[in-house]
């Protein structure tokens, strides 16, 4: 047994979230769960219903314990008695029983091929877990896996946007060769910030796209009331400078159809304009679009 202090890495706030949500879902007496380090040992930060801290910054080995044979396996498992289950080992039974700790499911959070957490929901009485409360254990980690890889790719973004450009000029001019790299990165940042559960990360992002939108404007940034386009027509005309066709538009952005031509509609009616791509030039003179 190790017992630890609580990581620091980016993942702990997004493991909290989602165990603070687990406990109701699930409809378990308790709900934890923590990052897993290096692939290999998960850590227990993270409680909600626990009457102890028997479990509280404990390290599991690889293969030990039941998060511990989760990591391992790459998949979920469900005991309905702790201390006398044979898929197990018991390295954690004193810290188990000392939480009342009976029935037990846990489910690892795997992002790109790498266990990144582990999510736990508990009872303390000796009966069999339902369907039900398996099953939302097992959501809760895909939902925070799908978190995770949107959250890691935003990151990615950001980073290679952060790279040196060499010769950089403005849009569409001869010396600029990554302008079409940073249009698409800027649509792809719009589209992946609406599904980050980080409000922090988020403003970043918001902060980045602004920051993009301006930099290819000839003159200093302006906007007024007429100019200005709400935060989904943007959305829109984001993708629609990609080339991207309304139906496409929608995919990416999660609409109907015709909800995209509204939105398009009403930008090309702020920015007095007649066709898409009219649009689409007007709101990069404005720096309204990289």
Known sequence: MTVTSPPTSDDDRQVKRGITALRDTAGVDLAFGGVVVRGRHAQLTEFTGNSTNALSGLTLGFGMGLGGKVVALHRPIAVNDYANSKQISHHYDLMVAAEGIHAVVAAPV???????????????????????TVDAVMGAARDLEQNMAVRDDVLRRLDALNEPTEGAGPPDSPV??????????????????????????????????????????????????????????????????????????????GLRAET??????????????????????AARRLGLLP
């Open 110 to 132: 795997v992002v790109n091929r790498t266990v990144r957490a582990v999510m736990y929901g508990a009872v303390r009485r000796s009966v069999a877990l339902g369907d039900r």
């Open 260 to 281: 995209v031509k509204s939105y398009l509609r009403s930008a090309m009616r702020r920015l007095g304009c007649h066709s898409r791509m009219e649009t689409v030039v």
């Open 176 to 253: 600029a060769p990554r302008w079409e790299t940073i249009r698409e990165a800027y649509a792809e940042l719009r589209i992946l910030a609406q599904q980050l559960t980080d409000d922090d990360l988020r403003d970043r992002v918001a902060g980045v796209c602004d920051t993009l939108a301006g930099a290819g404007a000839p003159a200093p940034r302006y906007l007024s009331t007429l100019s200005s386009l709400s935060s989904r027509e943007l959305d829109v005309l984001s993708c629609v400078a990609l080339g991207r066709t309304n139906a496409d538009v929608a995919d990416e952005l």
